[in-house]
């Protein structure tokens, strides 16, 4: 895989200031009140753990569960990293909804023509070189972005190098790796950070779809088989009959009528 | 002839004609006022009683036509044809009631087509939707011979028969892969939801546990439509031949009930068997409804020769069946959303509505067309002239 982008978020550097929500809420043109958790019009917010703040907003998983689950495709993962949104294929099935580990995506309920939201690392802004705007807002550096080999880096070097840190980088190997890293001094627990395995998500499902060569062959054959059986049996039976009919000297083709 | 007569008001009548109002207003409040107005679902349970109640029994439910097909015309089962068309009309109307659902249960139903074309080959779903595409279309074409025997035209019919007779064992055969493949695959859905999917109920199993309740399930049905159509539509099916096709329901269960329990037993479920709470009592409630209750009715031959217990019977199957679909889609994810979902009056007369209307369609093809054997003959009504009959 080329390189892709990740952001790095220290919760230990995290003041509160919900700067990134605004500049979020800016660029995509949402009213500007804050938020309590994720919503159709805010894809990342602030949320206080006593006296943590920890970001929240998509992972961008490196292999997603959303677009491996969206039956058209419109959910992808760019070469770029981020996990983009093509809401013209979206038939709104919610499927994504319910395959997200991190419960990220949001859905228009309130709307005619709903459409999933969530927030794709600001794929238009990195494609021409900008940093997301969320990333771009925040006054001191909590949050930074990368290439997600140089900021994996980075975070190691500031856990291993600073005791105060969780010896985890939430984020590195989770559902496979995402494009979003996580340091903390609080287990990541506390924070409410789900606990994942390291398989990605699309291996649950990739196992039994391919399956469906075997269920066609052996399934198909078996049945082909068996209607062969069936049908021999009653070609056989036929001609006994026939045969029987003959031999008592009755009409040959009595069993025609 | 030309004197109109008001039908008359019978009790049925009447219930129809209020699931009918109920489930049009409900449907102008799914499309003309949103989701959020007509239905209780968030994000954390995106999928309700639609897609639980809807599609999952729905299509499950509908299973008894594939395996019915290909018991009689690959299995050389000859004593079930009687009832070959019977299953088979059912699991057609199942699944047209299905794709109905999919108009108010997706969120841009316009662009239903759009898997035709847009392809995600590692979407469970999108395997689900093509099979059922492309199974409907099989369910129509095995139907229609019902249908096209009492077009008035002799050549016609005769030619369209003639071919349909050529491809009938063909779409039986497909018709079978394509009902296995999805009737496992829609458990197959759930597979992507490792977490949220409350111990009791997730298991890498889920498509083969899927596909081994199905079955029973859709034969229990057609048990069920078959004893009612002997009973109020002057159909004469040998009760014999019920109670010889649940004898097959009884071993379906006992391979599901020995998976399953193995499934507990190995993956982690086992601690949660006897707590104290909703999830349990659910689990236990589905398991005594689907399996243990009519493993044990079934393996007695009273219960099975006699038409009313069997119904009863094949009754407590269906229901423990859809409380089978219903705990996976709904209550396992009780915990993991936090939210207790309980659908709005909306979501019940939608689904209701569209369930009778299939009904009511089974009921006038019954009436009307040579589904089942009868004491008395189905009318003429398409032919002009019974020269032609």
Redesign the interface.
């Known amino acids: 895989m080329a390189r892709t982008k990740a952001i790095l978020i220290d919760i230990t550097k995290c003041i509160g200031c919900h700067s990134c929500e605004a500049a979020c809420k800016q660029l995509h043109g949402f009213p500007q009140d804050p938020e309590p958790r994720l919503s159709p019009t805010a894809f990342t917010i602030v949320e206080t753990h006593d006296d943590r703040f920890v970001r929240r907003m998509c992972m961008n998983c490196q292999d997603p ?1 959303c ?8 959910l992808k993962k760019t070469e770029l990293g981020p996990v983009t949104y093509d809401s013209s ?7 994504c ?3 997200c ?1 991190f ?1 990220v ?3 228009q ?7 999933v939201t969530k927030c794709d690392m600001c794929f238009a802004r990195q494609a021409q070189g900008q940093p997301p705007a969320c990333v771009e807002a925040c006054p001191v550096q909590a949050s930074i972005v990368g290439w997600r080999d140089e900021i994996l880096e980075e975070a190691q070097k500031r856990i291993l190098f600073d005791s105060k840190y969780v010896k985890h980088i939430y984020g590195s190997d989770e559902v496979g790796g995402t494009s979003v890293f996580f340091i903390s001094d609080v287990p990541f627990e506390k924070l409410g950070f ?1 606990t ?1 395995q390291a398989q990605p ?2 291996v ?6 391919g ?2 060569p075997t ?2 062959m052996v ?2 054959g078996l ?2 088989g ?2 062969w059986i ?1 049908n021999r ?2 070609l056989v039976a036929l001609a006994e009959a026939e045969e029987a009919a003959a031999a008592s000297g009755k009409g040959k083709d009595r069993h025609h009528v | 002839m030309s004197k109109f007569r008001l039908p008359k008001l019978t009790f049925w009548r009447t219930v129809v004609t209020v699931i009918f109002i109920a489930g049009a207003y409900a449907a102008y409040a799914r499309f003309f006022m949103g989701f959020q107005r007509s239905t209780n679902l968030v994000d954390s349970q995106p999928w309700g009683l639609w897609v639980g109640l809807g599609t999952l029994c729905g299509v499950g439910i509908s299973a008894g036509g594939f395996a019915i097909a290909a018991a009689v015309y690959l299995l050389g089962f000859e004593r079930y044809r009687p009832v070959v068309r019977a299953a088979v009309l059912l699991s057609f109307l199942g699944y047209l009631s299905v794709c109905t659902g999919m108009m108010y249960e997706l969120g841009l139903p316009w662009r239903i087509w759009h898997p035709i074309f847009m392809w995600n080959r590692r979407s469970v779903l999108f395997e689900v939707s093509w099979c059922v595409m492309l199974y409907t279309t099989v369910l129509a074409l095995e139907f229609s011979p019902s249908l096209v025997e009492k077009i008035p035209f002799v050549r016609l019919r005769q030619f369209y028969l003639k071919w349909h007779h050529h491809l009938l064992i063909g779409l039986v055969l497909v018709g079978a892969v394509l009902s296995s493949l999805h009737q496992s695959f829609l458990g197959g859905l759930y597979l992507l939801a490792k977490g949220k999917v409350d111990p009791l109920w997730y298991s890498p199993y889920l498509p083969t546990l899927f596909y081994l309740s199905a079955v029973p399930a859709g034969l229990s049905a057609t048990i069920m439509v078959v004893y009612l159509c002997n009973r109020s539509l002057n159909a004469r099916v040998d009760p014999r031949v019920l109670a010889e096709m649940s004898q097959i329901i009884a071993p379906m269960l006992y391979i599901y009930a020995l998976l399953r329990g193995i499934d507990v037993a190995t993956h982690g479920a086992a601690p949660y068997l006897f707590v104290w709470r909703e999830e349990t009592l659910l689990f236990w409630f589905e398991v005594s409804l689907f399996v243990i209750a009519p493993v044990l009715l079934l393996s007695r031959a009273k219960v099975r020769n006699n038409p009313n217990a069997l119904y009863g019977t094949c009754a407590m199957v269906v229901m423990g069946f859809m409380a089978n679909r219903l705990n996976v889609s709904i209550t396992a994810f009780q915990t993991s959303s936090g939210f207790y979902y309980v659908p709005k009056w909306t979501e019940f007369a939608l689904t209701l509505a569209t369930v009778t209307a299939a009904g009511v369609a089974f009921y006038y093809a019954v009436k009307y067309l040579e589904i089942l054997p009868r004491s008395v003959p189905a009318k003429n009504w398409m032919t002009l002239h019974p020269a032609n009959a």
């Open positions: 569960a677009a491996s689950a969206c039956l058209v495709g419109a294929k979206c038939i709104g099935c919610r499927y909804l319910v395959a580990p419960n995506p949001r859905y309920w309130s709307k005619l023509a709903p459409l789900t994942l998500m699309p649950l499902t990739a196992n039994a779809l399956d469906i269920v066609v399934g198909g049945l082909a068996l209607y069936t049996r009653k």
